[in-house]
Structures are given as C-alpha cells and as structure tokens.
C-alpha cells in the first residue's frame, strides 16, 4: 500500500455498495469528504446476498492482513428480501438465516481487531412500478416487494440492538422524504445522488453520535501533512508567510460540518 498509512473504511455489500463510487453517490461524497483524512475501500459485489458474503469473509477481510479497517460499512439485504424462485436457485435468503449470516459477517469483523467499527446498513425501500418499468421481466419470478424489505430491515435493527452494533435503518430514512420513490431511486433499487445523500447523512449522524476513541468523524481526524511549508502559496495579507490549506474546508463540505448533521428520525 502506499503511505503514510491512514485509517482505512471499507464499504461491503452488494450492487448499493458497487455503484455508490458512481456520480454523485454515497461512497463517492465520504471519499470526498475523508481527504487526507481516511481511505475509502469499495468491496462492494452486485448481485450477492448475504449467504454468498460469508463464503468470502475470509478472502475480502483475511486476518493475517497487515492493515485491518478502522470502520467496515455493511450492506446485505435487499437480494436476499427477493421472494424465492420457483427453481430454488436465486439470491433469496430466508429471514432467520439472513440475520444468522449477518451476525456471522459482525463476529468476523470484530475478530480482526478490537479497534474496528462496524455500522450495518437495513434494505432501503423500493419503488416496485419503477423496477418493472426498468428490468421488464427480469423479476417476474423473482418478485421484490416494499414491505418484505421493510420486514428484513426490521429485523436487521433488531438483531443489532441485541449485539450492540450501530445500524442505519434506510428503509425508514428515505421515506422520510414524501417523493423517495421518484426522486431517490434511479431504478426502484439504486440510488440517486438525492438517495445517497441521505445515505451520507445518516452514516456521518450514527459516526458523529457514536462515543468511539479514536473519533471517526472526519472533522475530528487529523490531516495527512497538515504542518506549514514555505512551499505552500503566499498569504495574500502576509507575505512573511505562506498559506497552510490544510484546514481550509471548501463551501460543497460545510453542509457535513458537526452542526450541520441532522437527522428526521
């Protein structure tokens, strides 16, 4: 890896989390906004479910790694919410084995390191017309249905209040808005840049809010080469002194800043 060495997040999960590096998604606003601060790592596979993750635990976070992740966002859900396919094969996941294999990805990750932090993402809802304006047929027989995510989220936040583990409900964060189902999904399941940014918001709340030390918040961390240089641009008003840019934060960020984080939830 190159250096000098910073924290490391790593995004897990299916398609939600492979496209979120797209325009305007939410892994690419905290890539953004961890600059000189945290790596941002995409380990995101679409199409998978939670059954095929734990397969792979051992390859995508090995613990004899070097590095291990100061945080892992975890995403599974919404493909395992599909309703069954009549051949049995599919990325369908019953209820009680998907919260099995969820706690199954937590306990890995907390046997990396005792210093790593885990933040679970629920389904987020679905705008069923639009997958169907969108895919035609594809789901015919391998139905997604709104409240069977609801029901899958609902048991994601209950298992984790059992362990203890932070999670971001976001079938209920996106509804929260009156026109989700238009303006937050691209295609009924993804995301738009309007989706991911409630996405961003409630992660930076549970981080923020969250009594971790090290803190995670990216206005708390500290900045990669952040003492001065006489290399640095000129002060305009002191040209003694050069201008450390460091700690300047750019008008796009002020609307993540501490008091800015705010929840409907």
């Known amino acids: ?21 797209s325009n305007g998604g939410w892994g690419a606003i905290l890539t953004d906004l ?9 380990r995101g596979y679409s199409g998978w479910n939670s059954r095929r993750a734990v397969q792979v635990l051992d390859l995508v976070f090995p613990k004899e790694a070097e590095v291990q992740p100061s945080l892992v966002i975890v995403y599974f859900g919404g493909n395992d919410a599909v309703h069954p396919h009549p051949s049995g094969l599919g990325v369908h996941v019953p209820l009680p084995e998907y919260i099995d294999n969820m706690k199954k990805i937590y306990f890995h990750l907390r046997s990396l390191t005792d210093k790593v932090r885990v933040i679970f993402l629920t389904s987020p ?3 069923e017309a639009l997958i169907r304006e969108h895919f035609g047929i594809l789901h015919d027989k391998q139905v997604r249905k709104n409240e069977t995510c609801r029901i899958y989220a609902d048991a994601l936040v209950d298992s984790c209040k059992q362990l203890d583990v932070k999670v971001v409900n976001l079938w209920t964060a996106l509804q929260q808005r009156e026109d989700w189902a238009t303006t937050c999904l691209t295609d009924g399941i993804h995301f738009t840049p309007e989706g991911s940014q409630i996405v961003v918001k409630e992660i930076l709340k549970v981080i923020k809010e ?18 001065d240089s006489p290399y640095y641009m000129v002060h305009p008003y002191n040209h003694g002194k050069t201008t450390n840019s460091s700690f300047g934060i750019s008008s796009w ?8 984080i705010r929840s409907k939830l």
């Open 210 to 227: 969250a009594d971790w030390e090290p803190s995670l918040f990216w206005e708390s961390m500290p900045i990669e080469f952040s003492e």
């Open 125 to 127: 809802p679905i705008n």
């Open 34 to 42: 961890y600059d000189r601060k945290a790596d941002i790592v995409l």
């Open 253 to 260: 960020k002020i609307k993540w800043t501490a008091d800015k």
């Open 1 to 21: 890896m190159v250096g000098p060495g910073r924290p490391q997040f790593v995004l897990f999960g299916s398609s939600i989390v492979q496209q979120s590096f």
